[in-house]
């Protein structure tokens, strides 16, 4: 059973962290309608790392399009990439935010923010942001030609992603679309931003409750870690080709319903 439930929570973070639906909220909800114990922030921090790694491989030609590159060329190409320098920026919001509710807002987060009522009215908010980025006029920035002013736009609207229900990819890829980037790129640029965002919450969640996970077991872990990874990687793929002709909608709409399902079991 400690596996079967371990195999649910890494379907559920892979599926979900990338469809804009928010992983988090579907962590803690489905668990309680289940009748699982609900994961909790630091557990699922931690098999988000399958989710990162998931990214790294599916983008690796384009995070490492380099051959045989000696260690100082690796160091120049990471320092001369815009893509990665506009990642870093993208960041600074959400590591800011996330410090300082970790250090001076944790219980207010842990008993307010994560309560199902309030995943619910998140959930009916992300879904009237995402129906106006859906009706947004198609734009014209992309990953080659945007600025740091447009990235960073994006960080700061990731930082919202720490509250659970608004979903770190529906944010940042509604957030591109409203402030003029096309589909395919918006999609693309939230993907590889996931990936310090994910990265530290889930080395901070680790070393904050590190005792805990060795009540957890090894084999346990490392199986939701390799079933998030997997369904990650089908999550990232279908989605940069459904929505790149197909838009937010059917998004919407699960969201809407989504919301309505926990007011009525609350």
């Known amino acids: 059973m400690e596996y079967l439930k371990f195999i649910l929570y890494g379907l559920i973070q892979g599926l979900t962290e990338f469809i804009p639906v928010s992983s988090t909220a579907h962590l803690k909800v489905i668990s309680l309608f289940l009748g699982i114990d609900d994961p909790g922030a630091s557990l699922s921090a931690t098999i988000q790392i399958g989710s990162v790694l998931a990214i790294a491989w599916y983008f690796r030609n384009d995070i490492f399009n380099f051959r045989g590159q000696s260690s100082k060329q690796f160091l120049d190409y990471l320092l001369q990439q815009r893509l990665l320098k506009s990642i870093l920026i993208s960041t600074i919001?959400?590591?800011l935010l996330g410090g300082s509710i970790k250090l001076f807002f944790s219980h207010f987060f842990d008993n307010v923010l994560r309560s199902n009522l309030s995943i619910a009215l998140v959930?009916?908010?992300?879904?009237?942001?995402?129906?106006?980025?859906?009706?947004?006029?198609?734009?014209?920035i992309n990953i080659k030609n945007h600025n740091y002013s447009d990235s960073f736009l994006?960080?700061?609207?990731?930082?919202?992603?720490?509250?659970?229900?608004?979903?770190?990819?529906?944010?940042?890829?509604?957030?591109?679309?409203?402030?003029?980037?096309?589909?395919?790129?918006?999609?693309?640029?939230?993907?590889?931003?996931?990936?310090?965002?994910?990265?530290?919450?889930?080395?901070v969640e680790f070393i904050s409750s590190f005792n805990n996970f060795f009540s957890i077991g090894f084999f346990p872990l490392f199986v939701g870690f390799i079933t998030t990874f997997l369904t990650s990687l089908l999550a990232i793929d279908f989605?940069?080709?459904?929505?790149?002709?197909?838009?937010?909608?059917?998004?919407?709409?699960?969201?809407?319903?989504?919301?309505?399902?926990?007011?009525?079991?609350l």
């Open 93 to 95: 919001p959400i590591v």
């Open 123 to 140: 959930s009916f908010l992300m879904a009237f942001f995402m129906y106006l980025a859906d009706c947004s006029k198609r734009g014209s």
């Open 154 to 203: 994006i960080g700061l609207f990731q930082a919202f992603a720490i509250i659970p229900g608004v979903s770190r990819s529906g944010v940042t890829i509604s957030s591109a679309l409203i402030s003029g980037w096309e589909r395919g790129d918006a999609a693309k640029f939230s993907f590889l931003l996931g990936i310090p965002a994910i990265s530290l919450a889930a080395i």
């Open 239 to 265: 989605l940069l080709k459904y929505f790149s002709s197909n838009g937010l909608k059917i998004f919407i709409i699960y969201r809407v319903i989504f919301g309505f399902v926990i007011l009525l079991n």
